[in-house]
């Protein structure tokens, strides 16, 4: 793992194996705030003011949970938040990563990276988590979500986890008008979630990308 300056000032890393970074190189911070809180946070609490379940598919550095977390910070709603992620990043790599440190809130970039796993924690009265170390592939879950993060590395590096037979579980786990977002916009990926019963939109991407995908489910 190679720690990187993207182009908005954040950081993000590069994993050298792969040649893949796990953000933008455009702007890890800003691409997190686009994709899946503005457009999919936000429109999950118009839609449930009360609670939101939220299920991330890529714990990765813990920015998405920190930018969730800080909205938790500005709302009432509950936010259980829920992570899955089978190559847990060492202390002295995510330790060095600005993100917190941008945001002011250091403290919680620690909580959450500290928090144990396979345990719910609550970092907030309203924002317990739940990371678990397992793959999508042979976690088992037994609730549904009102959102998903879906955060995997890109369909060319880890084509295992945008198969039909993955997001065919996925979409398994949303509750009925439940969303999912990700970065992604390959034709095959809308393709394939149109096909599992989700009204699919291609929206503007962040800086650098054209598009992005969201979904909701029509059941």
């Not at 939220?54 to 829920?82: C, D, S």
């Not at 990043?89 to 002011?104: D, F, H, R, T, V």
């Not at 970039?109 to 592939?137: C, G, M, R, Y």
Request: glycine share 6%; proline share 5%.
């Amino acid at each position: 793992m190679e720690i990187i300056v993207t182009k908005d000032g954040s950081h993000s890393l590069l994993n050298t194996e792969l040649n893949e970074t796990y953000h933008s190189v455009h702007g890890a911070l800003q691409e997190s705030i686009h994709v899946f809180i503005k457009n999919g946070f936000d429109l999950a609490l118009q839609k449930n003011p009360e609670s939101i379940s939220i299920l991330e598919v890529g714990f990765g550095t813990g920015l998405n949970a920190l930018l969730t977390l800080q909205r938790a910070q500005q709302v009432q709603t509950k936010i259980q938040y829920t992570s899955i992620e089978a190559f847990r990043l060492p202390e002295n790599i995510w330790s060095k990563l600005n993100y917190a440190e941008s945001l002011g809130l250091s403290e919680y970039f620690i909580k959450l990276h500290q928090a144990p796993w396979n345990v719910e924690s609550s970092i907030l009265p309203n924002f317990p988590l739940l990371k678990i170390d397992k793959t999508l592939q042979t976690v088992d879950l037994n609730s549904t979500y009102d959102l998903i993060y879906f955060d995997a590395f890109a369909p060319n590096k880890q084509p295992e986890m945008w198969t039909l037979d993955i997001l065919s579980k996925v979409v398994g786990l949303m509750k009925p008008s439940g969303i999912f977002v990700t970065y992604c916009a390959k034709g095959q990926l809308k393709r394939d979630l149109k096909s599992l019963g989700l009204n699919i939109e291609t929206l503007p991407g962040p800086p650098g990308k054209k598009e992005m995908v969201r979904g909701v489910n029509n059941s």
